[in-house]
T-cell receptor
Framework: QKEVEQNSGPLSVPEGAIASLNCTYS??????FFWYRQYSGKSPELIMS????GDKEDGRFTAQLNKASQYVSLLIRDSQPSDSATYLC????????????FGTGTRLQVTL | KAGVTQTPRYLIKTRGQQVTLSCSPISGHRSVSWYQQTPGQGLQFLFEYFSETQRNKGNFPGRFSGRQFSNSRSEMNVSTLELGDSALYLC??????????????FGNGTRLTVT
């Protein structure tokens, strides 16, 4: 069983719609959760970080964390073609902040 | 502020050779981490250096090593290259706190091809 699981996609949504990306993790002791966006041929770029249960909003992005269900999600409102990328979920521990376990990513396609 | 700089961008080596990759972190960042990215395995943690000391290590063989200098710049070395070492090697820097409020910032990576 992979430690961090994501649906590889592609997830296709029309422009202006809400894209919902999901991630589950196996280590119940995980404490820090991140979403990175990676364009083809580029390096990962941090989108959101979340550490406590509930929702965290930043512009068009909302991260949701449910530690009881070991589930973290990313919602992208008003999706734009420029949002088309692979979204990586990463999980870690506060004591080892740089040692993250990444999922293999979900490819998002926003169609016109 | 300049971002994380990795050199070289591309490398082609043959099996059995060794290679050294370089990373300059964001100014003021004391932690440098290295990750390997392959299509099949995704991003995997190699190791982290903080204040010239290896602080964390992933599950990679001893052929993979690194070091950090007093100016926080870091190098990663892979000896006795194997075909399976072909990957994108990403360096990430952070301020280095052990709390969660020190997210990683990635460089553009070094694409290593082993033939």
């Amino acid at each position: 069983q992979k430690e961090v699981e994501q649906n590889s996609g592609p997830l296709s949504v029309p422009e202006g719609a809400i894209a919902s990306l999901n991630c589950t993790y196996s280590d119940r002791g995980s404490q820090s959760f991140f979403w990175y966006r990676q364009y083809s041929g580029k390096s990962p770029e941090l989108i959101m970080s979340i550490y406590s249960n509930g929702d965290k909003e930043d512009g068009r992005f909302t991260a949701q964390l449910n530690k009881a269900s070991q589930y973290v999600s990313l919602l992208i409102r008003d999706s734009q073609p420029s949002d088309s990328a692979t979204y990586l979920c990463a999980v870690g521990f506060l004591g080892t902040a740089s040692k993250l376990t990444f999922g293999t990513g979900t490819r998002l396609q926003v169609t016109l | 502020k300049a971002g994380v700089t990795q050199t070289p961008r591309y490398l082609i080596k043959t099996r059995g050779q060794q290679v050294t990759l370089s990373c300059s972190p964001i100014s003021g960042h004391r932690s440098v981490s290295w990750y390997q990215q392959t299509p099949g395995q995704g991003l995997q943690f190699l190791f982290e250096y903080f204040s010239e000391t290896q602080r964390n290590k992933g599950n990679f063989p001893g052929r993979f090593s690194g070091r950090q200098f007093s100016n926080s710049r870091s190098e990663m070395n892979v000896s006795t290259l194997e075909l399976g070492d072909s990957a994108l090697y990403l360096c990430a820097s952070s301020q280095g706190g052990t709390g969660g409020n020190s997210p990683l910032h990635f460089g553009n990576g070094t694409r290593l091809t082993v033939t």
